[in-house]
C-alpha cells in the first residue's frame, strides 16, 4: 500500500513507547528557567502573608497586641485565633481525624507555632510587622521524650480533647494518648516466643527527620467576591484532595474552588497535608479581596510543615537454632508530635507499617502501635516512601542483622533462608498482606555475584585481624539487606482518605489529527509524569509520545484523583492510562473493521495499526482512525476518540530489592566512607529505565542523608535545634556515594502493565543497608545495635565506648 | 523605606530599578526584572537555588543586595539559550544525561556548571563533585548532573559527547 513501508523496528521506535530511555519534555522548560512554581505567579494586586510563631514548646498565650505591627504603613491586617474562631477556622481536621490549631487560641504546643497572620503589600514589610506583634507567654512544662509522654502527672498537652477517651483510632488510655493500634495473632506468636530456641529483643528507634525538598510550602490563594470563587495555586501532592478539604472546612461550594498544583519543586510527603499557612492565606483573601501569596523559609519548613519517622521499635524476633525465624514481635511508641497530623490512609493510624515481616516467611507475627503526644511539631509524613514502610524496613532489617549475629550466621545466609520463595506467590503474610510477585532468592544471588560476596567477607576477615594487630585503624562494614516495599494505595476496600476511596484516574482525548491530551488525577513534583504516562499511551495507542500532551494539577480539567506519594501514581494512575487507553482502543478497532469491511475478531493490532489477519497489507493506522472518529463512525457509534478511567486497584504492588553496601570507618575520626553501593531493583515492568536509574539515584542520597546525619532534634526545653541548612544534613555532591543500579523484572500479575512502582524503593532499602554496614562495621568488636543518624561524631563515640582509642 | 537606583547588565541588557537597600538581589531579579529562573530554597546561602553570574564569579543572589550588584554583569539562567533558542551545550546536557528531577535547583546548578567550566573547562569527576558542592539537589544523587557537566565540558571542547544516561 504504501510506497516505502518504515519497518517494525522504525515504528516502535518512533513511538518512544514504554521500556524505552525517552528524554523527559519537563526539562525544556526546567533548563531554561522556565518553569512555573508558586513563587513565580505574581497577581495584581497581591498581598503577602508571614506568621508569627511560638518561642515556646509549651506555653499559655496570656495576651496578642497587634497595634505595633498595624501602624506599620503597608500592613492590612493580622489574624489570630479570636479573628478565624467566629469563622470555624481556628482548628483545621487533620487526615488523621484529629484537629489542628490553624492559630494558636489559648495554648502554643510546639515551638514556632503559628500564632497570628501577618497580611502586608509586600514581603519585607509583612515580615517586620512579624517582628512587631508583641505576645505574652506563661511557659508550661514540656514532653520532647515520647517514653515519658503518658507518665503519671504529666503535662496536660492537648487541653481541647483532654477529657475525650475515644480517639479516632479507638481507646484512649491517657491524655497524652492518641491511639492504640495492633494486627497480628497475638497469642499465636506468645506461643511461638515461648518455643523458641533463640530469641533477640532490641530497641530500634529511627530518628525524627524532615523530607526538606528545596522548595519549600507555598501558595497564593485569590478569593472573587464578585463570582464567589476561590482559587488555591500551591504545592500541592494532592490537589483534589485540597479542593475537597477547602471545601468542607469553608463551606465554599467544589464547584466554585479551584485547586492547582504548578509545577512543584520536590515533595517527598512534606506536601501532602494541608498546613496552616494555606488556611491563612485563603482567609486573608476572603477579607481582603485581594490574592494573598504565603511561602515558608526554610526554617519554617523544618520545623513545622511536618516530620517523618520519630518510631520507636521495641522487637523481637523467634527462631529455630539453625536460623529459621518462627516470631515476629513488635511494639512501636510514636511520637505523634503536638496534632496527630499523619498523612496515612484514614483505618491505617499507623500507615502499612505491617510490612514489618518484610521479605521473610513469619509463620506467625503481632505489632502494637501507640501514638503519643509530645510538644513537637505535628506531621508524621511518608518520607520518600509508601506509609510507615521505611520504619518497618529498618526495623525487620536491623533486626534480621542482630539476629544473625545471635546465631552466629551470615547476614546473607539468614535472610536467604528465610526469604519467602518464589512458588509461595501470591504470598500471604502472617500480617495480612497478599504479596504480589517476586523471586527474591534470583535478586539476592544476583546482588551477592555483583557485588563478588564472599571475597568481601573474606576482605573484612583480614581487616579485623589486621586491626586487632594494631595494623590499621580502618573498620570494614558490610550492609546487607532485602527489602519487600508495599506501594500503590490502594484498593478501596481498605484504603481511604477522609472517606474518598484511593483510586486514581486518567482522561485521554484523541484529536482528530491523531494528536492527543492526557490527563491524571495524580501531580509530579519531578517524577517525570509528562513523559512517562505518555509512554504509556504510546505503547497502548501506537501514536508517537511526542505527539501526547500531559498535565497534571489542574483540578478544573483532571479527573479527581488522590494524588502523588507512596509511590502510587505508576500503580494507580498509570493502571487507569491503560485501561483508559484500551477502551479507546476497542472504539478504534471498531471504527477500522468498518472501515476495513471486516469483522472486529478479523483484526489483529500491530505496534500502531489494525490490520487484517492473514493479510497484513490492509490495515488502519490509529492515526487515520483518529481522523475518521470525527469525520465518519460506524452506525450507531458516537463520534469522537476519548475515554476516562477511575482505577480501584485489586491489590497493593510489592517492589523489593536487595542492597549492598561497604564502608570503611576511621574509627579515630567517626569518617565513615561509603566505599561501594550496589541496588539491585524490582519495580515490575519498566516504563523508563532511565528515569528508574534517576529515581534510585535521588532515593540512595536521600537514605544516605537520613542514615548518615538528617535529624530533627529538640532539647529538654523544647527548643527544635538546627532546624536549618547549616545544621541539617543534606548531602553535597562531594559526600555523596556513588550508586551501581541493577535490576530483576518480576512483572505485577494484577497491574493492566505489570508495573509496581519504583521512587520510594531506594529510600525504603537504602536506610537500612547504611545503617547495617555500619553496625556491621562495629559488630566484631561486641556491638549490637548503634542507633542512627551514623554521623562521624557519634560514630567516634561509638568507638570510644567499645574502648578502641586506647 | 527610601528606594535607591541602581543599574545594571543582566544576560546583556541594560536594566535598571529602584530598590530598598536591604532588597536582595534575588528578589529583584525575580520580583523587579521577572527573571524568576533563580529560586530561593534556603535562608543560609547553602542550597545555591539563587546561584547566578556576577562579573566573572559565581554568586548566591539571595547574600548579595541589589545594590552590591549596581554596576555589575550578570547572567542568569535566562541568559544562557541563544538568541536563536539554541540550547546552551549545560542545558542540553542536563536533558541529555537525566541530570535534573523537579528543575528547581538546575537554574542554579547550571550557572555554577557555567562558571566552573570557565574556570576549568576540563574538569575531573572529583573537581566537578566539589566544584559543585555549594549547590544541593534533592532529587538526583547529583551523578548525573556530573555527567551532564562532563558532557557539555566535551561538547565545548569540540570532542564527540558520550552516551546518553544508562
Redesign the interface.
Known sequence: MNAITPTKEERTEKLQGMGC?R??V??????????N?V??L?LPAMLYGDFVRSPYGHARIKKIDASKAMALPGVLAVLTAADLKPLGLHYMPTLAGDVQAVLAEEKVLFQNQEVAFIIAED??VAADAAELVEVEYEELPVIVDPFKAMAAGAPVLREDIKDKTDGAHGKRKHYNHVFNWQIGDKDGTDRAFKKAEVTIKELISYQRVHP?????CQCVASFDKIRGELTVWGTFQAPHVIRTVASLISKIPEHKIHVIAP????G?GNKVGAYPGYICAIVASIVTGRPVKWVE???ENLSTTSFARDYHMTTEIAATKDGKVTGLRVHVLADHGAFDACADPTKWPAGFFNIVTGAYDFPVAHVAVDGVYTNKAPGGVAYRCSFRVTEAAYCIERAMDILAQKLGMDPAELRIKNLVRREQFPYQSALGWEYDSGDYHAAMKKAMDAVGYGKLREEQKAKQAAFKRGETRDLMGVGVIFFTEIVGAGPSRNCDILGIAMFDSAEIRIHPTGAVIARMGTKS????HETTYAQIIATELGLPADDISIEEGNTDTAPYGLGTYGSRSTPTAGAATAMAARKIKAKAQMIAADLLEVSEYDLEWEIDRFRVKGNPERFKTMKELAWAAYNRVPKGLEPGLEAVNYYDPPNMTFPFGAYICVVDVDVDTGVTKVRRFYALDDCGTRIN???I???V??????AFGIAMGQEIRYDEYGNVTGP???DYF?P???E?P??ETDWTVTPSPHHPIGAKGVGESPNVGGVPCFANAVNDAFKFLGSTHIAMPHDHWRTWTVAEKLGVHG | MAKTQVTMTVNGKAVEGLV?P??LLI?FL??QL???????????S??G?CTVDLDGKSVKSCTLFAVQAEGGDLL???G??AADGT?HAL??G???M?G????????GM?MRGYRLLQENPNPSEDE???G???????????????KAIQYAAAKLSGASVKE???
Open positions: 530511555k528524554k523527559r519537563e526539562d525544556i522548560r526546567f533548563v531554561q528557567g522556565r518553569g512554581y513563587d513565580d505574581k514581603r519585607y526538606c525538598p528545596l522548595e519549600t509545577d512543584i519543586g520536590g517527598f523559609d526554610r526554617i513534583q519531578g517524577q517525570g529505565p532511565m528515569i536509574e534517576g529515581q539515584h535521588g532515593g540512595l542520597t536521600e536549618t541548612l547549616m543534606l553535597t555532591a562531594v555523596t556513588k550508586w | 530598598e536591604r532588597t528578589h525575580r520580583e521577572n527573571l524568576t529562573g533563580s529560586h530561593i530554597g534556603c535562608d543560609t547553602h542550597c537555588a542568569t539562567i535566562e544562557m539559550a540550547l542545558q542540553e542536563f536533558r541529555e537525566h535534573l528531577q523537579c528543575g528547581f535547583c538546575t537554574p547550571i566537578i563533585r566539589f559543585i558542592s555549594g549547590n544541593l539537589c534533592r532529587c538526583t544523587g547529583y551523578q548525573n548532573i556530573v546518553a544516561a544508562e
